[in-house]
């Protein structure tokens, strides 16, 4: 079965450089959720898209934006970057209208801040 | 605020043996509650989810939960361990109509020794 993709895998930058996460979520599912996870910690809600409209926001930073294109990939945009913005990010996708309420995570891009 | 508790950093269980994973939940109304098991370098993935219904909920890998609305618990549950088994699992609560995000508790690293 189809998976959450995510690119690119591994990324790393320095301070006060710029990246873009991609996220690709299954087919047919239409709301797409990001997670931030530091080092030893629980993934942190950041922001959420369905059928390409921020329908709810998390502890997002202002240096961070993102968005849902017309084919639901979704990319969230990390300016500025900061040391602390290490950490491992989720992209996860569900059904919005379904209910299955389950939502499936992609296999995450480690950024690393230098 | 919603909030999950899982008060128990690691558990330690002999292969052959059952194993528990405890998690406690705070919130206002129905909880949706879901565990999800983390590999090294991996993304999340679904176990099985509690919504309505038999308190008593089976999910992949042999795994069950036990929702339990009196002292709003939501444990993991397995009869027998596997070696393969070995993660760190989390348990999450959402509540509807509200945000759609997952929040999550701190996660509980299971080993299980040959």
């Known amino acids: 079965a189809a998976g959450v993709i995510q690119s690119p895998r591994h990324l790393i930058k320095e301070k006060r450089e710029t990246a873009t996460l991609k996220c690709y979520p299954i087919?047919?599912?239409?709301?797409v959720y990001w997670y931030q996870q530091g080092p030893g910690q629980d993934p942190q809600f950041l922001i959420s898209?369905?059928?390409?409209?921020?329908?709810d926001k998390g502890s997002i930073p202002d240096r961070f934006s993102a968005q849902q294109f017309s084919d639901y990939h979704s990319e969230l945009n990390m300016s500025s970057l900061e040391l602390g913005d290490s950490a491992l990010y989720f992209c996860?996708?569900?059904?919005?209208?379904?209910?299955?309420?389950?939502?499936?995570f992609g296999p995450g891009t480690r950024l690393t801040v230098t | 605020a919603q909030s999950v508790a899982q008060p128990e950093d690691q558990v330690n269980v002999a292969e052959g043996n059952p194993l528990t994973v405890k998690c406690t939940y705070s919130?206002?109304?129905?909880?949706?509650l879901f565990w999800y098991v983390q590999y090294p370098n991996r993304g999340l993935q679904f176990l099985l989810k509690?919504?309505?219904?038999?308190?008593l909920v089976k999910g992949s890998y042999g795994f069950e939960a036990e929702f339990n609305k009196s002292q709003t618990s939501f444990h993991l549950k397995k009869p027998s361990a596997l070696v393969s088994d070995s993660a760190l699992y989390f348990c999450?609560?959402?509540?509807?109509?509200?945000?759609?995000?997952?929040?999550f508790g701190s996660g509980t690293r299971l080993q299980v020794q040959p």
């Open positions: 509690y919504i309505t219904g038999d308190n």
């Open positions: 087919p047919r599912h239409d709301t």
């Open positions: 919130v206002s109304g129905n909880p949706y």
């Open positions: 898209f369905y059928e390409k409209m921020q329908s």
């Open positions: 999450a609560v959402r509540v509807p109509p509200g945000r759609r995000a997952l929040t």
């Open positions: 996860a996708s569900s059904e919005g209208q379904g209910t299955t309420y389950e939502q499936y």
